[in-house]
């Protein structure tokens, strides 16, 4: 007999908020590369934009897995008991999910931040990661073990990847909100981890570096006119010079795919920091 793995990393069911674009739609794909044979992406994105991140996706997933587009707020319970409803529904199960809706939200310091602005951030990166996972615990803690488990290995019903952020450990001037509701993120996870751990639900986060996505642009890509981005210099390179080099949206795919894999099964609420190194740097490069 032989020992070697080759089965799929991840052949379950992903449910993936912020999916329509940037990380989330890179972990859609890890997804669909390690043979999920359910992925549905939740966004408030419109459709056409939905429809696209669907069609890429769809030429990842395996033969007969299936890519669903569900169009919500994370910040609305409803919203999101109905995609999940929707989910077992189309699938039976939902195995995986990853919590990566988000904005930066407003970048100031805070005696210049609007304080509706400091509360919409909050909502959305912290209130919106805590709704998901209270709606996706409810479902997978009522469900059977993961199929896959190899013998021997304690069963699982789930696993859970919230988004952090270097934001999660460390703070940036001109940045409470984000920064603020990434470490509630942190101390979410941590609770919700201890919670779950013993009906079988593994609930852990990730911290991701710097990746120049849709989220960052404004900051530091000057818009259509202008010459200057919102931080001005070389601010971009100066922290991608710390993190050591570029990052591509892939790299953090994978890592969220494979921590929810359930050989993973002792990791629980752990802060998986994805930033070649840029926290552990104290130099400028
Ligand atoms: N890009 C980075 O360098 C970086 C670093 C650390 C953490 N993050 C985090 O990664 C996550 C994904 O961000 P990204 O960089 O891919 O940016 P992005 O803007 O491309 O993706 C964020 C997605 O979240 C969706 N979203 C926003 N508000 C929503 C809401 N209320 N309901 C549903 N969906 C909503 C957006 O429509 C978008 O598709 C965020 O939580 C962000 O804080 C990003």
Known sequence: MSHHRSAPICPGVAFITGGARGLGLAI???????GARGIVLFDIQPDDIMNAAKATIEQY???GGKCLTFRGDVTVE?????AVAQTVDEFGRLDYAANFAGVVGPLAATWDVNTKEFKKVIDINCTGVWLSMKVQLKH??????????EQGRVEQRGAIVNCASVNSIQGGAGTTGYTAAKHAVLGMTKSAALEARGQGVRVNCVSPGFLLTKLLEPAFVPAEGQ???????DAWKQYEDRQG???SFEEVGDVVALLC????SLVV???????GGFTINENPA
Do not use: C, W, Y
């Not at 859609?28 to 390690?34: G, I, L, P, R, V």
């Not at 010459?227 to 210099?233: H, Q």
């Not at 894999?261 to 993973?264: D, G, L, S, T, V």
């Open 28 to 34: 859609a794909q890890s997804f669909a590369k390690e």
């Open 61 to 63: 997933m395996v033969e």
């Open 78 to 82: 409803e919203d999101l008991e109905a």
């Open 140 to 149: 997978m803690l009522k469900q059977d073990s993961i199929d896959g488990i």
């Open 227 to 233: 010459t200057t981005a919102l931080l001005t210099g």
């Open 245 to 247: 080099r570029k990052a």
């Open 261 to 264: 894999n359930p050989r993973m």
């Open 269 to 275: 609420g752990h802060n998986l920091v994805i930033d």
